[in-house]
């Protein structure tokens, strides 16, 4: 008999630690269930897929049949044990249909970043579209900073930073940016992390650790 359960798909944001220790998690799965498929989606990257599966939080973990029909799906973090006993549940259908979730909207948030006027930090407001319904406002107000290009403030980010990973502590925060070689020059390591720290105040982030590294040449 076939197994119920032919497909786990990992929904997650690219810089969630949670996400990546899921991930970790399912890979485990994978080795012991060796016809199951295992694959990850970025849910801040691959929104139409996000949008399709109607997924709602971050990181989602979704089981699916050999049709492709969604049979049950886990919100957070689970240990390996509790997922092998979840697929071994749905292989004896000891298990209820998979809830029926509403679509997906896109909203329009906003973020209050700081940017620098004359060395001096100032608050600007800007809009940002969440084409999915996964909220995750701590993350999205660090990428909403490094890519913010306002006429008349100074970024003290270049255009090439991106967010690779982000882990959050109780008020404490340690995040990690990704730039190009060739933007190295010139940067102000402090004054990126001062402005980062302003942003995240409003979410009740105390103090943060700045890690700069470069993409791999």
Same mark, same amino acid.
């Given at each position: 008999m076939e197994r119920a359960v032919n497909k786990i798909l990992l929904f997650t944001l690219s810089a969630c630690p949670m996400g990546r220790s899921m991930g970790s998690?399912?890979?485990?799965?994978?080795?012991?269930?060796?016809?199951?498929?295992?694959e990850t989606i970025f849910v801040d990257v691959q929104t139409e897929l996000t949008n399709q599966y109607r997924v709602k939080a971050n990181p989602t973990t979704m089981f699916l049949d050999q049709e492709g029909k969604e049979l049950y799906r886990i919100e957070g973090f689970?240990? $390996?044990?509790?997922?092998?006993?979840?697929?071994?549940?749905?292989?004896?259908?000891?298990?209820? =249909?998979?809830?029926?979730?509403?679509?997906?909207q896109a909203t329009l948030e906003q973020y209050t970043v700081y940017l620098y006027q004359n060395d001096s930090l100032v608050a600007v407001e800007i809009p940002y579209e969440n084409k999915t319904s996964v909220r995750a406002p701590r993350i999205t107000a660090i990428k909403v900073q490094l890519q913010?290009?306002?006429?008349?403030?100074?970024? #003290?980010? #270049?255009? =090439?930073? =991106?967010?690779e990973l982000v882990q959050f502590k109780g008020s404490a925060g340690d995040i990690v940016i990704n730039m190009k070689n060739e933007d190295e020059q010139g940067i102000d390591k402090e004054k990126m992390r001062l402005a980062l720290s302003? $942003?995240? =105040?409003?979410?009740?982030?105390?103090?943060i650790e700045l890690t700069l590294t470069k993409y791999p040449v």
């Open positions: 998690v399912l890979r485990e799965v994978e080795r012991i269930f060796d016809k199951i498929e295992l689970q240990e $390996t044990e509790q997922v092998i006993d979840l697929i071994e549940r749905l292989e004896r259908q000891d298990m209820d =249909s998979a809830e029926q979730y509403e679509e997906n913010a290009q306002e006429a008349g403030y100074q970024n #003290p980010f #270049p255009r =090439s930073a =991106s967010l302003k $942003t995240l =105040s409003h979410f009740g982030v105390a103090e």
